[in-house]
Nanobody, 117 residues
Framework: QVQLLESGGGLVQAGGSLRLSCVAS????????MGWYRQAPGKQRELVADISFGGTTNYAESVKGRFTISRHNANTVYLQMNSLKPEDTAVYYCAGEPVVPGLDDYWGQGTQVTVSS
């Protein structure tokens, strides 16, 4: 079993920065790709960025050039968010993809990010 714990959310003014962290515990070598998703009120959950175990990254168009995802070892992933905009306001979730096909993805509880204008 894998547990994901996010931290680093908060309230920031537009143009500011935040750094989110996600630490996995448990069977961490069962995790392949890790990523960050977000869900704003009344909207569907969307991918923000993900990173493979080998370091290949993928970003949503809306965050390219502003956000950077990075990974430390098998169990920690970060999301550096710069030039934040009010539309970045959402609950941000950390996710991990199991290396064993067919298993459900692992999810954290989420951390709130609020960007004021």
């Amino acid at each position: 079993q894998v547990q994901l714990l996010e931290s680093g959310g908060g309230l920031v003014q537009a143009g500011g920065s935040l750094r989110l962290s996600c630490v996995a515990s448990g069977s961490i070598f069962g995790i392949g790709k890790m990523g960050w998703y977000r869900q704003a009120p009344g909207k569907q959950r969307e991918l923000v960025a993900d990173i493979s175990f080998g370091g290949t990254t993928n970003y949503a168009e809306s965050v390219k050039g502003r956000f950077t995802i990075s990974r430390h070892n098998a169990n920690t992933v970060y999301l550096q968010m710069n030039s934040l905009k009010p539309e970045d306001t959402a609950v941000y979730y950390c996710a991990g993809e199991p290396v064993v096909p067919g298993l459900d993805d692992y999810w954290g509880q989420g951390t709130q990010v609020t960007v004021s204008s």
